[in-house]
């Protein structure tokens, strides 16, 4: 069965720094391009970063670009988004996706992991 | 950044009719050379993660159900359930990823009238 687990959510304060994590199985996980994508509380959805297979290439959004990074450990089978400077506009629920085909471009997502929610509060 | 406008904001149904959700681009998300619309739409009930409907605008994902349809090129796009059930009482995003940044619409919430 394929699956991502998101894992590394919490409570920080703003300007503080948290990581996130997405562990994948029941795909070859260094085939296909990994996106993240949040949702604040109430709100739509928001693409946030993809890195393609080999992990060399990144894109962001406007919102999170200078602050975000995202990466990925193929042996590990594992996304992450290391986030800096956090605040009150970045809590959401952070889901991870996969890409429905490819490596190297950003494709439609047909699995994405439950979520993980951040809080970024005083 | 390619702006992804969705109408109606919401909308209720009866059972066994007809739903449109429409969605428009404000750039073109056809990509020439393959003649593919970087298009794709998704459903999210409460508590749950999105779930892949269709991408290049009217391929439909593996388990989806034919009464889902998805169509249009260029800027306008439709998605269209038909008949309605009761399950399928959620809100609908489309997506675009033909360029970075890529982006959603701003969501559809869909209620049983």
């Known amino acids: 069965e394929v699956q991502l687990l998101e894992s590394g959510g919490g409570f920080v304060q703003p300007g503080g720094s948290l990581r996130l994590s997405c562990e994948a199985s029941g795909f070859t996980f260094d085939t296909v391009a990994m996106s993240w994508v949040r949702q604040a509380p109430g709100r739509g959805l928001e693409w946030v970063s993809v890195?393609?297979?080999?992990?060399?290439?990144?894109y962001y959004g406007d919102s999170v670009k200078g602050r975000f990074t995202i990466s990925r450990d193929n042996s590990r089978n594992t996304l992450y988004l290391q986030m800096h400077s956090l605040t009150e506009e970045d809590t959401a629920v952070y889901y991870c996706a996969k890409n429905h085909m490819g490596g190297y471009s950003l494709y439609a997502l047909d699995v994405w992991g439950q979520g993980t929610l951040v809080t970024v509060s005083s | 950044d390619i702006v992804m406008i969705q109408s109606p904001d919401s909308l209720a149904v009866s059972l066994g009719e007809r739903v449109n959700i429409t969605c428009r681009s404000s750039q073109s998300v056809l990509y020439t050379s393959n003649k593919r619309n970087y298009l794709a739409w998704y459903q999210q009930k409460p508590g749950h993660p999105p779930r892949l409907l269709t991408y290049w605008s009217s391929t439909r994902e593996s388990g989806v159900p034919d009464r889902f349809t998805g169509s249009g090129s260029g800027t306008d796009f439709t998605l269209t359930i038909s008949p309605l059930q009761a399950e399928d009482v959620a809100v609908y995003y489309c997506?675009?990823?033909?360029?970075?940044?890529?982006?959603f619409g701003q969501g559809t919430k869909l209620d049983i009238k």
């Open positions: 890195v393609y297979s080999g992990g060399v290439s990144t």
């Open positions: 997506q675009q990823y033909y360029s970075y940044p890529s982006t």
